[in-house]
């Protein structure tokens, strides 16, 4: 027989393993929808963004400077945005997903366009160079968010 204490240990165990798995995906979205809001308009201010310069640099190369300056800025900006909304739509889980890992990947290309500036030396990211980094996460929850798909469950 399990003692008392031991009893409401794995009782509140049970319950907080259940809250988990009831909000995790939802609480992921909205985190991710909040800073990709957030990032997003502050991308709509000329001067709103730390990032500002080396997204309008990315977009340039990476439409062959069809695309530069403050329509980069802002092309870039309302892809946030739209990104966010869907987060936080909470529907369209495969969507989301797709369009978080398309991101990451777009917003990856510095690493390699700029490399002087994203490394300091090898295995030494700049700080832009590991703000990019960071988005390995964003993938890691692009692929929790589409096990939400009710087809995948």
């Known amino acids: ?29 909205i985190g991710l929808g909040v800073v990709y809001l957030w990032f997003g308009v502050l991308k709509l201010f000329p001067g709103g963004s730390p990032a500002q310069d ?22 870039a900006a309302i892809t946030e945005i739209a990104i966010a909304l869907v987060l936080l739509s909470f529907r369209v889980p495969l969507l989301s997903a797709g369009l978080l890992v398309g991101h990451v990947v777009l917003v990856s290309t510095p690493l390699v366009l700029f490399p002087a500036e994203m490394w300091s030396g090898p295995m030494q990211a700049s700080f832009e160079g590991q ?10 929850a692009a692929v929790v968010i589409a096990s939400s798909h009710p087809r995948v469950r």
Not at 6 to 29: C, D, K, V, W, Y
Not at 131 to 140: D, R
């Open 1 to 29: 027989m399990l003692r008392p204490g031991l009893s409401r240990r794995h009782s509140a165990e049970e319950r907080f393993t259940r809250f988990a798995g009831e909000a995790g995906i939802p609480l992921l979205r």
């Open 54 to 75: 080396l997204v309008e640099r990315t977009v340039s190369a990476l439409t062959f400077g069809i695309i530069h300056g403050d329509f980069a800025r802002v092309s």
């Open 131 to 140: 703000y990019i980094l960071k988005n390995l996460v964003t993938v890691a």
